[in-house]
């Protein structure tokens, strides 16, 4: 992982700092600020270890829907080296047009990982339909996946519903265990769910019984999301979950305890 120097003086050596030189360097990030206008940026090869190597991409942050549960409150983007590179996205990304362009280069069959930060496009909650249309159009011959915050209203269960049918698989992010039951419910699309940072498990259940597997990525086997591809399967049933992690673990491990006992 490169990173800048300021990120090296921040975060450098983390585990050594006190918790008031952790402090003091959290206090310090610029955040990510919401933009006007639409951007993205295709990486053709991802230097995430536990994407291993797939191309991924990031949108702008005007995408995240408000109604998300870690908006301002724990999401993994806003920190460390993905944070600076949400930042340029939103800053001088490329735009929607030249970004599918991208996609459309990509060779026949290629596993990728749409939205390593951002959300579906549409200021918002709201799924602005035309462009996923065009992204699902751009995707067809690949196999492009990615995870939304957006809330299931009528108009985006269609959409979503309609990209998962063209083999653009959509996750709908639940944030507890009985959120996750209630999106599995709409039959609408895959799910996968926030789980708190302390789960050991590698499966678990539901509430109503759902079967919950852990991200292979995050358990023993430390699979790559190039070897797994479960979030990339449209019409997958069991709900993939994922551990909390990174320096906001603690405070999203709270949220999503809260959430599950509500």
């Known amino acids: 992982m490169n990173w800048c120097l300021r990120c090296r003086r921040l975060y450098g050596d983390w585990s050594r700092k006190t918790p008031e030189q952790r402090a003091l360097a959290t206090s310090q990030r610029v955040g990510v600020p919401r933009l006007p206008g639409l951007h993205a940026r295709l990486s053709f090869r991802s230097g995430n270890r536990k994407l291993g190597g797939i191309p991924s991409s990031i949108t702008s942050r005007s995408t995240c829907p408000p109604s998300c549960g870690f908006f301002d409150r724990g999401c993994f983007a806003e920190y460390h080296v993905l944070a600076s590179h949400w930042r340029r996205v939103g800053l001088r990304g490329d735009s929607w047009e030249t970004f599918l362009e991208d996609v459309r280069r990509l060779p026949a069959k290629t596993l990728w990982r749409h939205n390593v930060a951002g959300d579906l496009p549409g200021d918002g909650d709201q799924i602005d339909g035309r462009r996923l249309w065009a992204l699902v159009r751009a995707n067809e011959g690949r196999r492009g996946f990615t995870f939304t915050h957006k809330p299931m209203t009528a108009e985006n269960q269609e959409e979503v519903a309609a990209a998962c049918a063209m083999g653009f698989a959509v ?26 940072a302390e789960t050991t498990a590698t499966s678990l259940r539901t509430p109503a019984g759902r079967r919950v597997t852990v991200c292979p990525a ?45």
């Open 171 to 196: 996750n709908l992010s639940a944030d507890s265990l009985a959120d996750a039951d209630s999106l599995a419910d709409l039959g609408v699309a895959p799910v996968a769910v926030v789980l708190p």
């Open 218 to 262: 995050e358990t023993p086997a430390r699979l790559s999301c190039a070897s797994c591809e479960l979030c990339a399967v449209p019409g997958r049933k069991t709900i993939v979950g994922f551990v909390a992690h990174g320096q906001s673990r603690a405070l999203v491990s709270e949220l999503v305890r809260g959430r599950r006992a509500a």
